[in-house]
């Protein structure tokens, strides 16, 4: 049967005994559209299939199974049926079937021939096209039986010529069921080869997945980490702000002391118990008798304090840093040498500005300047001050220096006592200060070529008295620890 006839006895069946598309598949284990397209001849239902719809519509299994029919005019009167039944996995199964024993020897291959009918006319020699698991062989049907026709004398050629058809038949659709499942396995196997991809891409996607989330998770603890590290900076933070309010508070208090100290402290000597002399130097001088002076104070080992002027310090600044390189230490006496009674206390202290900045900027870095000597003794002749003079001075953060042995007003002043003769030379300034100088003493000397010419012999000469000389602080410091902090000590200070 063909596969329209075996779609209408499913469709006639079907209807006859009350079945749904949908309720048949349910019975015979298909799809609704799968009985559709019997129905319609689109499909044809395999031998388990059309077993099972023989059973639920009542009918034989032939005619719910497709057949393919190669019909070939033997004889105007006669046909041969060749039927090749599709079953669902094996080989087509091939039957013979002439109506009449045929002349010559017979095989258990070759069954009986059954006639039929003469095709209508112009329908001799229809090949209906196979079906099912039978492949397409193009114009071999028909060339087939136009050999028939011309060889219908023998039956045995005949005989031969129809095996030699069908052989070709079954090969043709044994190879198409090779093909098909060949490519069907190697549509497996491409959707299997698919499917680990997709399989390998998930695994890589969750591996992915996993490591943002510890990513994340990691993240999620640094910061939080973090977050306590900062509150504990914070928290830090906060307190040192408060000890360093509480310690500038405590500095404050102490500047407040320390200047209403350096206001009330002048310093003119230091107690006669300490054996040291300070020696300072100040006022005027060339660049040789300034390096012959500092060369002196470097080969005898000595320091002391030193007091240029600010033009000064800007005209010889690589002298007055290496002298501090060498241990001495710099004193304030304004940046030009200004009396403190002839200016305004607002120029004062502009003066004594001037000359730290000038100070710093021979030394390239800050300098923590202590003292500050009245150029020509201005106002200190009392050896006390005026207090608005002290105030400033103690506002800057200096404290007063004066002196208690000098040469000027000694030896070169006019209106002075001359003690060493009209002419005094180096020999008289050494003398003079050798001999006045007592313990705790404070010298004070110029960078003029004669009093730097008595510095070698003025230090040898306080040595061989016993008397060290030092710095203005080295002295203070002294007397301060024999007192026990108490600067003034025994020694001359207002």
């Not at 599709?86 to 017979?106: F, M, W, Y």
Request: charged share 25%; aromatic share 4%.
């Amino acid at each position: 049967m063909l596969p329209v006839e075996v779609g209408s006895v499913i469709r006639t069946r079907r209807e006859r005994i009350g079945l749904t598309q949908g309720g048949l598949g349910a019975l015979v284990g298909a799809a609704p559209n799968l009985v559709d397209q019997w129905e319609w001849g689109e499909e044809v239902p395999n031998r388990d299939e059309g077993q099972r719809l023989a059973d639920v519509l009542g009918v034989p299994l032939d005619s719910v199974i497709a057949r393919l029919e190669v019909i070939v005019d033997l004889q105007p009167s006669q046909e041969l049926l060749i039927e090749i039944v599709a079953p669902p996995t094996a080989p087509p199964a091939v039957a013979l079937a002439p109506a009449e024993p045929a002349p010559g020897p017979s095989t258990a291959e070759v069954a009986p021939l059954v006639p039929k009918a003469a095709p209508p006319p112009g329908d001799q020699h229809d090949i209906r096209k196979p079906i099912g698991m039978v492949p397409t062989i193009g114009d071999f049907p028909k060339k087939l039986a136009a050999g028939v026709r011309r060889g219908s004398g023998d039956s045995h050629w005949m005989i031969k010529a129809i095996a030699t058809a069908l052989v070709a038949l079954l090969i043709a659709a044994t190879v198409a069921s090779w093909m098909a499942r060949s490519s069907s396995d190697a549509k497996v196997k491409e959707l299997e080869q698919a499917a680990a991809a997709s399989v390998a891409a998930i695994d890589s996607l969750e591996s992915e997945r996993d490591r943002l989330l510890a990513d994340l998770e990691s993240s999620a603890a640094q910061t939080e980490r973090e977050r306590v590290r900062a509150d504990t900076a914070e928290r830090r933070i906060r307190a040192a702000e408060q000890e360093a309010e509480r310690v500038q508070s405590e500095i404050d208090a102490i500047t407040e002391e320390n200047t209403f100290l350096r206001k009330a402290i002048v310093v003119s000597s230091a107690s006669n118990a300490v054996d040291q002399v300070a020696l300072t130097i100040g006022d005027g001088g060339t660049r040789q008798s300034i390096m012959t002076a500092l060369t002196t104070l470097d080969e005898m080992d000595v320091t002391a304090t030193l007091f240029p002027t600010g033009q000064g310090l800007d005209a010889f600044g690589e002298l007055w840093a290496a002298a501090v390189d060498r241990g001495s230490e710099l004193g304030n006496s304004t940046y030009s040498s200004v009396a403190a009674t002839d200016v305004s206390i607002d120029q004062l202290a502009v003066e004594m500005e001037q000359w730290q900045t000038a100070v710093e900027a021979a030394l390239d870095r800050e300098y923590p300047t202590r003292w500050f000597r009245p150029p020509y003794l201005a106002g200190f002749v009392d050896l006390e001050g005026p207090e608005d003079i002290r105030s400033e001075i103690a506002r800057q953060g200096l404290i007063s220096a004066l002196w208690d042995v000098e040469t000027y007003f000694a030896l070169f002043s006019p209106v002075g006592p001359q003690v060493g003769g009209s002419n005094p030379g180096p020999r008289e300034v050494a003398a003079h200060v050798v001999r006045s100088a007592q313990p705790g003493s404070v010298v004070v000397l110029s960078f003029s070529e004669v009093e730097v010419a008595a510095l070698p012999v003025i230090i040898e000469g306080l040595h061989e008295r016993g008397l060290e000389p030092v710095s203005l602080t080295d002295l203070v410091n002294a007397q301060e620890e024999m007192f026990e902090g108490d600067v003034a000590g025994g020694g001359s200070g207002a």
